[in-house]
């Protein structure tokens, strides 16, 4: 059935395609049609002190202003990443900033933090029904100098942490300028310090929110080990490895390959299982990984579980695959 669909979709721009997508659902869900759906195995593990029905998740970024929540959740993910949100709402980059690579299975994407900002996200999460696992991704608006970055994530923090399962931290898109400093030792440190900070004072107040920090695939060796040591020692939650990439290794001559943006789907999982690689040594299991990029199969969601990943995020997959991909990789 999606084979059919998507042949229509991708008849349309990315991002028309993208929201006619979400709107159907939505109006599937309301008129009740999404109880036929097929069910998903239920494998539960528990991880971060949540329980996971299944090991497969929404990635960040589908779903950045959480409006759609309860109809997404009707597929059967075993948890649901919203966001990536800025304090205050952002346009994002101009159009297009979305682009097909059909023959890779790919997509590249510079959205650039396009959102309506942490309140009305705070508002959508107070009115849904789903009671399962909600991530809530945290960014930095556009216009915040790196050197207040902890102020946004703070502020995204208050907001949002007494609705969310977990909170990740976005420091590694490739579309905010100089977002992606913030993986360097001395910067990281002291934001993770001042969220933790944050978080404990929630704790004491209300509950304790589980802080994850997702990081970029075009990190060296020697940034990974520094970034485990960190994680370890600011006693951080968990870890997403990993966001889109800015190389473009083997796609010369690929319609659209050269545009900017982060680069999602199968040419990323390698970059990306290598990082999950290196993190589950220097991590010794000590703080689970969330896997994401290049999932396309349930042979890759193994390969990411091999890896030392615990979960197993999906994005690109959804959309060349459609919501059958789920089903396949939770029965694994
Ligand atoms: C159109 C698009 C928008 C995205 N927006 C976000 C975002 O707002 N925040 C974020 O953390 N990741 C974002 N991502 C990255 C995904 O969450 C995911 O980490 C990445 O696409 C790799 O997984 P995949 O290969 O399965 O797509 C976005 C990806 C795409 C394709």
Known sequence: ?????????????????????????????????????????????????????????LAAGLDKNGDYI???????????????????????????????????????????????????LAEQLRKIKFNGVIGVNIGKNRDTPIEHALDDYLHGFRVLAPYASYVAINISSPNTESLRALQQAGLLKSLLKGLKAEQMLFAERKKYVPLVVKIAPDLTPDDVEDIAEILLAEKVD??????????????????????????????????????????????????????????????????????GASLVQLYSGLIYHGPRLIQACAAL
């Open 1 to 57: 059935m999606y084979y059919y669909l998507k042949k229509i979709l991708f008849q349309f721009d990315p991002e028309t395609a993208h929201a006619v997508t979400l709107k159907s659902l939505q109006i599937a869900h309301s008129l009740g049609l999404t109880q036929f759906f097929p069910t998903v195995s239920s494998q539960p593990c528990t991880l971060m002190g949540l329980t996971f029905p299944n090991r497969i998740g």
């Open 70 to 120: 309860d109809a997404l959740a009707t597929l059967g993910f075993g948890f649901v990443e919203v966001g990536t949100v800025t304090p205050k709402p952002q346009e994002g980059n101009p159009q297009p900033r979305l682009f097909r690579l059909p023959e890779q299975e790919a997509i590249i994407n510079r959205m650039g933090f396009n959102n309506k900002g942490c309140d009305y």
């Open 238 to 307: 968990g870890v997403i490895a990993t966001n889109t990439t800015v190389s473009r290794d083997g796609l010369e001559n690929v319609p659209h390959a050269m545009e900017s943006g982060g680069l999602s789907g199968k040419p990323l999982s390698a970059y990306s299982t290598a990082i999950i690689q290196q993190l589950s040594v220097l991590l010794k299991n000590q703080i689970p990984i969330i896997a994401s990029g290049g999932v396309m199969n349930a042979i890759d969601a193994a390969e990411k579980i091999a890896a």
